[in-house]
């Protein structure tokens, strides 16, 4: 028959407070929870009820440092990208290129130096600015200042056709002003002599017409003499 026999446990006494079948553990609050954040120090102290306290960094505070007190937080206002700037005496954001504003929330207004021809549009993004052409397919470049073969053909007929009616206007404007000249300034009239002989043609025409009336007027019809002999 075999004997058996039972073994109890007992705990080893460790020394400082320390844990574990070891005596590897630490006991205290800082060790074991290591309830300080954000970067704080854990500092033991039993006089407390909590037996520890935190020294937190600058701009935390709370019994744990939990309270985020700082004018930059990570979620600070600071918008598109933008990076709080803290200072001694107030805050501000650096803006990433293209952005301006307390939060970084306006345009740069970058078009207001560029120079977009041919009635095209400036737009500007993040820094960057482009000209949008009123119609690609006529204008093109940077600035939109190149224009299509079609279009210069255009535009030189129209020219030309311009240019030949401001011709032809001036030409009868000066002819005006040369008559006026002639006739009032220096007692030459021209079309004095042309006026003259166009009247005295038209003279001429009505006295022939009316001596043509006269003579139709004057013409007695023949007459036709037929003698009869009578018998006594």
Request: proline share 4%; aromatic share 6%.
């Amino acid at each position: 028959m075999l004997a058996s026999s039972a073994y109890a446990f007992v705990p080893p006494t460790c020394a400082n407070q320390s844990l574990g079948t070891s005596c590897n553990m630490s006991s205290d609050p800082c060790s074991m929870s290591q309830p300080c954040l954000n970067l704080a120090t854990c500092h033991i102290n039993a006089s407390l009820p909590l037996g520890y306290i935190c020294s937190c960094v600058s701009g935390f505070s709370g019994v744990n440092c939990q309270i985020d007190q700082r004018s930059c937080r990570p979620d600070s206002s600071c918008l598109y990208g933008g990076t709080c700037n803290e200072t001694s005496n107030d805050t501000s954001c650096i803006c990433p290129t293209g952005k301006t504003g307390d939060h970084c929330q306006n345009e740069v207004d970058i078009c207001s130096t560029i120079n977009c021809q041919n009635n095209a549009r400036c737009v500007s993004s993040f820094g960057n600015w482009s000209c949008l052409c009123t119609n690609p397919t006529l204008y093109s470049g940077v600035y939109c200042q190149i224009k299509s073969s079609s279009l210069v053909t255009k535009e030189i007929v129209s020219r030309s056709l311009s240019a030949v009616a401001i011709g032809c206007l001036a030409t009868v404007i000066g002819f005006i002003i040369i008559m006026d000249v002639l006739k009032y300034f220096l007692n030459i009239d021209p079309v004095e002599g042309d006026l003259r002989s166009l009247k005295e043609k038209k003279r001429n025409d009505r006295q022939q017409k009316n001596r043509k009336k006269k003579f139709k007027k004057s013409k007695q019809p023949a007459v036709a003499l037929r003698f009869h002999y009578v018998h006594a």
